[in-house]
């Protein structure tokens, strides 16, 4: 069952705009995380936030976590034509401990130059 | 350099016929998964493994089978049983990374496979 839903599905912004992408999930959590997929490619992790930790940063990245609405945001500040992807969020249950992912569906993040 | 190696990138398989798509990993992760991924949709969980000679049914195992005799290596045969196999196949390893359970993930660069 695919525990984290994204949304938007797509979302569509011009080079130097802000990108943010919602994710909900419905069981508790050891831990979130986002991953990008580029066309045809493999995932790649771009940051990890746990349940006991509320946002954090990577570089352009920002990532939040409410574990009592049960959601995180990604937000990707001063976008650019590269940063065109899917992104996932993929959550590590706390009945699982450990052993397995969670994907949502995906945004896919198209930026236009 | 370390990393997880799908082969092949692309494979056809005829109605009927099993194939084994191949998973090695050199960065000594001690387990192992194996994800499906359709056309715009998230990545279903079809096996994984926490150690050599052990492992577990995902979401949609059906159709599917995997080894695990040693730690590099987990193989995927997608059998005759499965009715729908035509999907992108993706390999992953994973190690803890802290004191707790968080688990740090590689995944390989997919299989694309395409009954014929």
């Known amino acids: 069952s695919q525990q984290g839903e994204e949304d938007p599905q797509a979302l569509s912004i011009q080079e130097g705009e802000n990108a943010t992408m919602n994710c909900s999930y419905k069981?508790?959590?050891?831990?979130l995380q986002w991953y990008r997929q580029n066309s045809g490619r493999g995932l790649v992790h771009l940051i990890l936030i746990r349940s006991n930790e509320r946002e954090k940063h990577s570089g352009r990245l920002r990532v939040t976590l409410d574990t009592s609405k049960k959601s995180s945001s990604l937000l990707i500040t001063a976008s650019r034509a590269a940063d065109t992807a899917s992104y996932f969020c993929a959550t590590d249950s706390a009945e699982t401990s450990g052993s397995r992912l969670t994907f949502g569906e995906g945004t896919q993040l198209t930026v236009n130059p | 350099d370390g990393g997880i190696t799908q082969s092949p990138k692309y494979l056809f398989r005829k109605e009927g016929q099993n194939v084994t798509l191949s998973c090695e990993q050199n960065?000594?992760?001690?387990?192992m998964y194996w994800y499906r991924q359709d056309p715009g949709q998230g990545l279903r969980l079809i096996y994984y493994?926490?150690?050599?000679?052990?492992?577990q049914k995902g979401d949609i195992a059906e159709g599917y089978s995997v080894s695990r005799e040693k730690k590099e290596s987990f193989p995927l045969t997608v059998t005759s049983a499965q009715k729908n196999p035509t999907a992108f196949y993706l390999c992953?390893?994973?190690?803890?990374?802290?004191?707790?359970?968080?688990?740090?993930?590689?995944f390989g660069s997919g299989t694309r496979l395409t009954v014929v």
């Open positions: 992953a390893s994973s190690v803890f990374i802290g004191t707790d359970y968080a688990r740090g993930y590689t």
């Open positions: 493994s926490q150690i050599v000679n052990d492992f």
């Open positions: 960065l000594n992760h001690d387990a």
């Open positions: 069981t508790s959590i050891n831990n």
